[in-house]
């Protein structure tokens, strides 16, 4: 048996696509807000955003991350995701 190398594949809460980590931003729930998660390590639950504006401009004006991460967004929480936008 070859040994298979570990790729972690992400899927972007909005538009369902998969990518490895690399293309997909994670975005963290914490106690204090929804958090762009820059570093992919801040714990807490997670959910992926692929690199397309209009991706992110749904996650913001749906409620498609608020079900992913099963949180409302708050209008700073929306307002902090709106800058990350790429
Ligand atoms: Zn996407």
Redesign the pocket.
């Given at each position: 048996m070859p040994s298979k190398k570990h790729v972690s594949i992400r899927t972007?809460a909005?538009?369902r696509?998969k990518d490895n980590k690399r293309t997909l931003t994670r975005i963290v729930r914490t106690e204090q807000g929804v958090f762009v998660d820059l570093t992919g390590k801040q714990s807490g639950r997670g959910a992926y955003?692929?690199d397309?504006p209009q991706?992110w401009q749904r996650a913001v004006q749906t409620d498609v991350l608020q079900g992913a991460l099963r949180v409302s967004l708050s209008v700073v929480d929306r307002d902090r995701l709106r800058q990350h936008t790429p």
């Open positions: 972007c909005v538009c696509d955003l692929c397309k991706c």
